[in-house]
């Protein structure tokens, strides 16, 4: 007890963290599922890719806990793997939306209304974002995709793509209000150059929103990975992938056979609603208005 006590008073932040319950809600689904789809090859009774002649759309039973799909795969093994696909493009599209994005919210920001090239610059580029911002994201994900070709790293810079004017926006607005600041007014006097303006001062204080977002694209790439796969624009078979899994099953609903898609269709909604719930938590942690 004297331990964690002292641990919190050093790590104010981590006590934070560990008494918002929407952080602890979103953590204790999220890691789990991690946990099994990086276990998958160990707990997996068979190989995603396996299939069982004879054995079609088998309902839930012992030798397939899940049942099979129409074409004799065991649907278990397959939404231990599917996670991996999903959360993997979703990290990584993310990841890189937010590497293109926050250093242009950083610049875009510090030079918006200034005279010249950078202003110029800053003008354009926001214009630009508006451009991308102004088509549904599903639409214009899906014509990206059918444009470049349906594999997956074409859907992760496709997802990143569209993360890019998100996290700019958010890292601009954030820059806008900071560089009114005194400390920057300061930073300029004593001789900074403007680089070293952006990254030691501004970007530290400007950071937190898309800290915040990290986990809302995530749970978005994700729906979004599901969507395109479902109707027929992203992940291809036999690739495990939640999306594609509701997709092949979907066409047997009405027949009865409920369980090719009804599994991955849970585990989709639950993901992406603790990745949703950590997201807020998140978010209400780093807001200062909730430090007391």
Request: hydrophobic share 50%; glycine share 8%.
């Amino acid at each position: 007890m004297k331990y964690k006590k002292l641990l919190y008073s050093k790590n104010p932040m981590l006590k934070r963290f560990i008494s918002n319950s929407s952080v602890i809600i979103g953590g204790c689904i999220i890691l789990p599922i991690i946990l099994l789809a990086a276990l998958a090859p160990v707990i997996a009774p068979h190989s995603p890719n396996q299939t069982f002649n004879g054995e079609y759309l088998v309902p839930p039973s012992k030798n397939h806990l899940f049942g099979t799909d129409t074409f004799g795969m065991d649907i278990f093994s397959r939404v231990l793997y599917a996670p991996r696909t999903d959360l993997m493009i979703a990290f990584f599209a993310t990841l890189l939306g937010m590497i293109c994005g926050v250093p242009l919210g950083l610049y875009v920001g510090f030079y918006e209304n200034n005279k010249g090239i950078a202003g110029i610059f800053s003008l354009i580029t926001m214009r630009i974002m508006d451009v991308i911002q102004a088509f549904p994201v599903f639409i214009l994900g899906l014509a990206i995709v059918t444009a470049t070709g349906q594999q997956i790293s074409n859907v992760i810079y496709v997802l990143a793509f569209l993360w890019i004017p998100v996290f700019t926006r958010l890292i601009r607005t954030e820059v806008l209000s900071i560089r009114e600041n005194l400390f920057i007014e300061q930073a300029k006097a004593i001789g900074n150059t403007d680089s070293k303006i952006l990254f030691k001062h501004v970007l530290p204080n400007a950071v937190s929103p898309a800290i915040t977002q990290v986990s809302v694209c995530i749970a978005a790439s994700i729906l979004l990975t599901a969507g395109l796969s479902f109707v027929g624009a992203g992940v291809r078979m036999p690739i495990p992938e939640l999306g594609l899994m509701i997709s092949v099953g979907a066409k047997n609903m009405i027949t009865g056979q409920w369980w090719p898609s009804v599994f991955p269709g849970i585990i989709l909604c639950v993901t992406i609603f603790g990745l949703s719930m950590l997201g807020e938590g998140i978010s209400e942690t780093l807001d200062p208005r909730n430090w007391r």
